[in-house]
């Protein structure tokens, strides 16, 4: 399945999750509350985390049909399901617009981040909007256990960002350290978005593992092809500069495999550098991109996500080969060949 | 009922509140989040909101009881009402918290306040931990009508804040949206705080209703009081310097009644100072004290906060004439005698 014809068949979804998004956004009930929400939601993202509660509450509600009984795309999802999925998006939102706050963000997708268009008092605020919406319609309309789940993902990606601040200046990161923050940052919140769609369609407690697997995986994968991106893409595609993480001194797995490879000197001089300013990162940039080159770091990294999205595919053995099965398997092929 | 006798009676539940929260802050799962909540949560405040869903849930149990099967006192609330009764503490930390950040606050409780201690991102993170374990724990502890009302009043909370914004330059605020704003920043969740203890021990439509207009009348009283204590208050006791709103040039119910009283020629001499600068308005803060004073706004005001008072009487009324209807009732009271 090529990238145009994934697109195509998720398009009628991802209208509808833009249609529930709006209309959620319309009853905040203050202007400019709706104008910050509109802005940094309605745009033109991916809508992946919907996507995969709609996607694997299809998929368990299919698998459950007795033979025949149904074609599987004449199972139009119920309203409640596309409320549900919002929610991940609303989520996702909420963190975004902190983010743009704790980072000083200046650009957001190509456009001015929100707290450059109003202040940070309002951002902050709106993100406190979107998470109580969002942590009240997960109850309401997933139930407690969907909010448990919920719950228990944003809890586990605020500790990641603590996780993080403190390792940030470590320049020792480990392997381990590494996929442990980028679960808590991307992964929970994924998995969750695919387990919580199988418990809405009441799957079995087989099926709601192995898309809690699959998520897992494919939230993983996608943080690696993110990290190598960062080197090795095109920022005609990308949209940002080439070799920003090693710029601001962010050791991801490339790197973090390469200085555990290397020869001792090489790994003092990678040491020196991280530990002086960024502008001298920046200057010897060509320098860092070889070292990790000649220490295997991308083909490691490569080979990691690879890996992660074979085990994505595996986990989805266990449904019938459906529409729904081949769409969650042609998303993570998609991020393996993504180029932005 | 003196304030000494209240507090002793209140006691033994403010330490199971404050157990309940200790015990919640050491599960966050990170040292310095941790250090970061138990620093803005174990902290000498009132806990005012969990005691009132303690006390609302105890009353409508001892209402339900069939006579004589048990003193009041004998009722010990189950663990889980502390852990709902946290809730609205957690909810009401992590605004603080974020409106550290947005004030740029230098004290909180005569405290430096967090955003000093630390930086803003690490209490943006720690305000957002706050508020998700508050709803995943309103929503699994007290269900979902519980988690319904706790996020109507969060949400409200915010669209005050917006509110506020937007009128806090029109200098014309209105009596009806300075209580509008009022209700949104306090009413709203300490009417919560009743109507979720009442719900919690299955109190009739009645009681929950009687109990939420208590919370609704005491909420509003609370800030009137505030409103005046930064005029007429001593700076020793309420720890902040007097006359702060005039200075700010915020609108107070006090100022707002002055205004609608006073001839054209003190309205638009005032005009002129709250157009002005702060450095100006604190020159000339004996005149507007005088302005208010002589135009009846301390008397409006103080008259305003006793009928809201005698409000949340009257709501009791409902209640046999037992111990946490006299608590409760102690409480109204002291909200009119505070001088902190």
Same mark, same amino acid.
């Given at each position: 399945?090529?990238?145009t014809e994934?697109?195509?068949?998720?398009?009628p979804?991802?209208e509808?999750?833009?249609?529930?998004?709006?209309?959620e956004?319309s009853?905040?009930?203050?202007?400019?509350?709706?104008?910050i929400l509109?802005y940094?939601?309605?745009?033109?993202g991916?809508?992946?985390?919907?996507?995969?509660?709609i996607l694997?509450?299809?998929l368990?509600?299919?698998?459950?049909?007795?033979?025949?009984?149904a074609?599987?795309d004449?199972?139009?999802?119920?309203?409640?399901l596309y409320?549900l999925?919002a929610?991940?998006?609303?989520?996702?939102? +909420?963190?975004?617009?902190?983010?743009?706050?704790?980072?000083?963000?200046?650009?957001?997708r190509?456009?001015t981040?929100?707290?450059?268009?109003?202040?940070?008092?309002?951002v902050?605020?709106?993100?406190?909007?979107?998470?109580?919406r969002?942590? %009240?319609m997960?109850?309401?309309v997933?139930?407690?256990h969907?909010?448990?789940?919920?719950?228990?993902? %944003?809890?586990?990606?605020?500790r990641?960002?603590?996780?993080?601040?403190l390792?940030?200046?470590?320049f020792?990161?480990?392997e381990?350290?590494?996929?442990?923050?980028?679960?808590g940052?991307?992964?929970?919140?994924?998995?969750?978005?695919?387990?919580?769609?199988?418990?809405?369609?009441e799957g079995?407690?087989?099926?709601?593992?192995?898309?809690r697997?699959?998520?897992?995986?494919l939230?993983?994968?996608f943080?690696?092809?993110?990290?190598?991106?960062?080197?090795?893409?095109?920022?005609?595609?990308?949209?940002?500069?080439?070799g920003?993480?090693?710029v601001?001194?962010?050791?991801?797995?490339?790197?973090?495999?390469?200085m555990?490879?290397?020869?001792?000197?090489?790994?003092?001089?990678?040491m020196?550098l991280l530990?002086?300013?960024?502008?001298?990162?920046?200057n010897?940039?060509p320098?860092a991109?070889g070292?990790?080159?000649?220490?295997?770091?991308?083909?490691y990294?490569?080979?990691g +996500?690879?890996?992660?999205?074979?085990?994505a595919?595996?986990?989805?053995?266990?449904?019938?080969?459906?529409r729904?099965r081949k769409?969650?398997?042609?998303?993570?092929?998609y991020?393996? %060949?993504?180029?932005?």
């Open positions: 399945m090529d990238k994934l697109l195509a068949l998720l398009q979804d991802i509808q999750i833009n249609e529930t998004m709006r209309s956004i009853q905040a009930g203050n202007a400019l509350l709706e104008e509109e940094s939601l309605l745009n033109e991916k809508r992946i985390r919907p996507l995969l509660t694997a509450a299809r368990c509600a299919f698998t459950r049909m007795p033979e025949g009984l074609e599987e004449e199972l139009h999802p119920p309203v409640n409320r999925a929610v991940f998006e609303f989520l996702h939102g +909420a963190s975004l617009l902190h983010d743009d706050v704790i980072d000083n963000a200046g650009k957001r190509g456009r981040a929100a707290n450059k268009v109003w202040g940070n008092s309002q902050i605020l709106a993100g406190d909007f979107l998470h109580t969002a942590m %009240t997960a109850g309401t997933g139930g407690l969907a909010l448990d789940l919920i719950g228990g993902a %944003t809890s586990a990606m605020i990641a960002e603590f996780q993080q601040m390792t940030v200046k470590e020792n990161l480990s381990k350290n590494y996929f442990s923050v980028l679960r940052k991307t992964g929970v919140l994924i998995a969750a978005a695919c387990e919580v769609g199988a418990c809405f369609a079995s407690a087989e099926h709601q593992a192995a898309l697997t699959y998520g897992d995986a939230g993983l994968a943080q690696v092809v993110d990290d190598l991106l960062d080197y090795l893409g095109d920022p005609k595609k990308t949209g940002k500069a080439i920003n993480d090693f601001e001194g962010k050791l991801t797995l490339p790197l973090i495999h390469a555990k490879n290397c020869e001792n000197k090489d790994f003092d001089r990678i020196d530990k002086g300013q960024p502008a001298d990162r920046e010897h940039l320098e991109h070292f990790i080159e000649e220490n295997g770091g991308f083909a990294a490569r080979e +996500a690879e890996a992660l999205v074979e085990a595919f595996e986990s989805l053995a266990v449904f019938p080969d459906c729904s769409i969650l398997s042609g998303l993570a092929h991020v393996l %060949t993504r180029q932005k």
